[in-house]
C-alpha cells in the first residue's frame, strides 16, 4: 500500500469518525448496542462512499474535501439506514397466495 493511499484512508476514517460524533450529538442512541451500531455503520459507509459524496457534491480533490465528504456520509448514514428500515416496513409487497390441497 502506498502512503497516498493510506492518508487517503485515514483522512476517510478521521471525517467518518468526526460525522459519527456530530450525529451522536444531535440524536443519542437509547441503548450501547445502538451506539455501537450507529459508530460502526458510520465509520464504514464514511470511509466507503466519500468519494461518491465528494464527487457528486462537487467538493476539491484535496483532502479538506476528502474529510468534509467523509464526515458527511457518517453523519447521514444512520438517518439514511433508518428511513429505508421505515419504508421497507411500510411496504406492504404482493401477497403470495398458499395453494391447499
Known amino acids: 500500500m502506498s502512503a497516498e493511499v493510506a492518508v487517503s484512508i485515514l483522512l476517510k476514517f ?11 450529538v444531535f440524536v443519542p442512541p437509547r441503548t450501547p448496542q445502538g451506539f455501537v451500531r450507529r459508530v460502526t455503520a458510520a465509520l464504514i459507509f464514511g470511509t466507503v462512499f466519500a468519494n461518491y459524496v465528494r464527487g457528486y457534491l462537487g467538493f476539491d480533490a484535496d483532502a479538506e474535501g476528502l474529510v468534509a465528504a467523509a464526515c458527511l456520509t457518517g453523519f447521514v448514514s444512520w ?17 403470495i397466495e398458499q395453494e391447499g390441497d
Do not use: N
Request: aromatic share 8%; net charge positive; charged share 20%.
Open 14 to 24: 478521521l471525517g467518518a469518525a468526526a460525522g459519527a460524533a456530530l450525529a451522536l
Open 79 to 95: 438517518w439514511l439506514m433508518g428511513a429505508i428500515k421505515r419504508g421497507a416496513d411500510a411496504w406492504k409487497g404482493p401477497k
